[in-house]
């Protein structure tokens, strides 16, 4: 079993930032591509940003593409996404994911929830205007 858990989330300000984590256990953290993903209330769960599991490949939804970076670090089994130029739209719930299917340590995973096998419990992100 894997678990999950994103911390990180909270109020800001519109054009601020935040950082959010994500530990992981259970697992070879290093053996999981990694994902973030986010739903607003009302809206269909979308995909943020993945990370390869070297870390070394990374894509990003065209929303956030040079606002936010992913990033990961394999010997403290978390991923993190820094969130900067925050916009309101960017308000939702975030949540991290792990994919364990992808045997490559340079594939990033895609923008399809189904993609993941785990998830953690989210975190709120609120950007007032």
């Known amino acids: 079993q894997v678990q999950l858990v994103e911390s990180g989330g909270g109020l800001v300000q519109a054009g601020g930032s935040l950082r959010l984590s994500c530990a992981a256990s259970g697992r070879t953290f290093s053996s999981a591509a990694m994902g973030w993903f986010r739903q607003a209330p009302g809206k269909e769960r979308e995909f943020v940003a993945a990370?390869?599991?070297?870390?070394?490949?990374?894509h990003y939804a065209d929303s956030v593409n040079g606002r936010f970076t992913i990033s990961r670090d394999n010997t403290r089994n978390t991923v993190s996404l820094q969130m900067s130029s925050l916009k309101p739209e960017d308000s939702a719930v975030y949540y991290c994911a792990a994919a364990f299917k992808i045997l490559s340590t340079v594939v990033v995973p895609g923008a399809t929830p189904s993609e993941y096998g785990y998830w953690g419990q989210g975190t709120q992100v609120t950007v007032s205007s």
């Open positions: 990370i390869s599991r070297s870390g070394g490949s990374t």
